[in-house]
């Protein structure tokens, strides 16, 4: 399709490759994050050099795998995609201007043409393997995310513990009120603790959601204690007006296991040392 | 000299990143943990009302400083609806959404200054003020 601009560019591949190496060397890929090395800078330039001019030469499939590695690099090391793509810009002006001085007005007008081809078909698939690479990788960390979210452990027989770190939001909430209610009715648990230790915030809609949850808890037949409320989080809680009597409280998780245990009529003892000795 | 940030609310996840910016700020001015915890659910109030009642807004935070002591301003401004009667919506318990309707006169409890301008149709600004002791 533009094979005459390529056999130019082909031909002339070793003066490119040198100008172009010299205006993205001007390029400052350091702005952004300090912490990568110039030796990774260096590699990632060469091999973007690489790439570049092999689509001239190699297959589609080849080509598409090297883009995917190549955005790949980027996203591993945090280096802007912005500058890469200028890059290419500059590239297009440098073979331009050879152009117009070798060539007549209709062959400048066609290699022109074929010249945007080239690069923007190289813009468009760097700018499609960066944009894949980026949401399969928050993808994984949704699923990551997903499965960290509400865990019930079962601690003792007929009592559970779900531990909550990080943000409540509407998604999360929901987790949580169905890990509960799965987990209460597959571990047969009378009490189960929800531990707040580890949540930042707790505003209107997180109180709101832990209510209904103890609410929904107690319709199953078991009953919730919320543990781990921190000094902060309480003075919050009552200046916001939120009205948790109705939930049973501890401070610690200790105390709540305490409490559970009471609940379901027993406790911990320490068994005397001569007994244990016999043991 | 006051320093300024904005947090566009779109999303949920705007909730979140207000609510770290507004931490780190009074944390940075040495307010207390409690204070702490105080402004940072204040913003998450605020977040959230944007985020549930309107399409989008933005929560703004500024340092200030009256000639005797420091302070945090929160705004919280959006072009949604706007709310038709201010003395409702400032009542514990009074919620649309069938929340707890705690949101705002929780937030002026929070605060040391509050102030509501709403017009329908128009949107509302909600400005307030925590200072440092």
Redesign the interface.
Known sequence: MHSSVVDFIYQNKDIYIKKWRSTLDELDLNIYHSSISNEIIEETKAEFIDLVFGTLYTGEGEVAARFRRFADRLIYYHIPLSEFIRSLQLLRRVIMHDLEEQSTKEQYDRYNVDLEDWLDENINKLVDEFSNARENTVNLQNTALKELSAPLIPVFDKICVMPLVG?V???RAKQIMESLLDGIIQHRAQVVLIDITGV??????V??HI?KASQAVQLVGAECILVGIR???A??IV????DLSKIITKSTLQKGVYTALQMTRREIITLDEQRSTEV | MTTQSSVEIGTEWGIVSARQAGRELSKGLGFSSVDQARITTAISELARNIYLYTKNGVIGLEVVNDGHRQGIIITARDQGPGIENLRDVMVDGYSTSGGLGAGLPGVKRLMDEFDIQSNPGEGTLITTTKWLR
């Open positions: 943000t939001d509407t998604e930042p915030v707790v505003d209107t809609m109180a709101h209510i000094p902060e989080i003075q919050t200046n916001l007006g939120i």
